[in-house]
T-cell receptor
Framework: NAGVTQTPKFQVLKTGQSMTLQCAQD?????MYWYRQDPGMGLRLIYY???????DKGEVPNGYNVSRLNKREFSLRLESAAPSQTSVYFC??????????????FGPGTRLTVT | GENVEQHPSTLSVQEGDSAVIKCTYS??????FPWYKQELGKRPQLIID?????GEKKDQRIAVTLNKTAKHFSLHITETQPEDSAVYFC???????????FGKGTKLSVKP
């Protein structure tokens, strides 16, 4: 049981390049999330997917797109990278809630640098 | 929308002392309040959480208290150890349907 996995772990892009960050979970969770973490700013939600087939914007969606490929996979795409997108990106998934736990499980993160 | 403020931003204590981190939230409909610990270079991990139908929850050396009237909640760590050194984040959400809104974090340093 790998939990939440992310690829790549590190990436350097030039301004204007595009890339996709991959995330997968094997816990049969419905909800998945993408966050960015910047020094002194905590974790800010970029996009989320409450269930397979749905995606919604979070606090800071500009410059990003997402795809919920299936129940396991949720990808984040930067179409034209900018230096302001230099950050650590975390994917997370959450247990069903309601009668169960609300805990979010995080992936190991992707450290992205845009030059 | 929800806004979560966390204080202090840094906290330094001697090993064996207690540490307290406080958070306030703005949305009175929030009813789930987790605390995450993030060690350097690692992913955030849940250490304790509380729902609005209880005022306090303990797990060994860690406790969380909630004051719904004042809209604030706190993390208490007793008998601190060097391995407690990390960044701690509070968060709030509207239960199973809401997204987590995080505070900006507190860097705790425990000096031996």
């Amino acid at each position: 049981n790998a939990g939440v996995t992310q690829t790549p772990k590190f990436q350097v892009l030039k301004t204007g390049q595009s890339m996709t960050l991959q995330c997968a979970q094997d816990m049969n969770h419905n909800s998945m999330y993408w966050y960015r973490q910047d020094p002194g700013m905590g974790l800010r939600l970029i996009y989320y997917s409450a269930s397979e087939g749905t995606t919604d914007k979070g606090e800071v969606p500009n410059g990003y797109n997402v795809s919920r490929l299936n129940k396991r996979e949720f990808s984040l795409r930067l179409e034209s990278a900018a230096p302001s997108q230099t950050s650590v990106y975390f994917c997370a998934s959450r247990t069903p809630g309601q009668l169960g736990s609300y805990e979010q499980y995080f992936g190991p993160g992707t450290r992205l640098t845009v030059t | 929308g929800e806004n979560v403020e966390q204080h202090p931003s840094t906290l330094s204590v001697q090993e064996g002392d207690s540490a307290v981190i406080k958070c306030t939230y703005s949305d009175s409909a929030s009813n789930y309040f987790p605390w995450y610990k993030q060690e350097l270079g690692k992913r955030p991990q849940l250490i304790i959480d509380i729902r609005s139908n209880v005022g306090e929850k303990k797990d060994q050396r860690i406790a969380v208290t909630l004051n719904k009237t004042a809209k604030h909640f706190s993390l208490h760590i007793t008998e601190t150890q060097p391995e407690d050194s990390a960044v701690y984040f509070c968060a709030a959400s509207r239960g199973s349907q809401g997204n987590l809104i995080f505070g900006k974090g507190t860097k705790l340093s425990v000096k031996p």
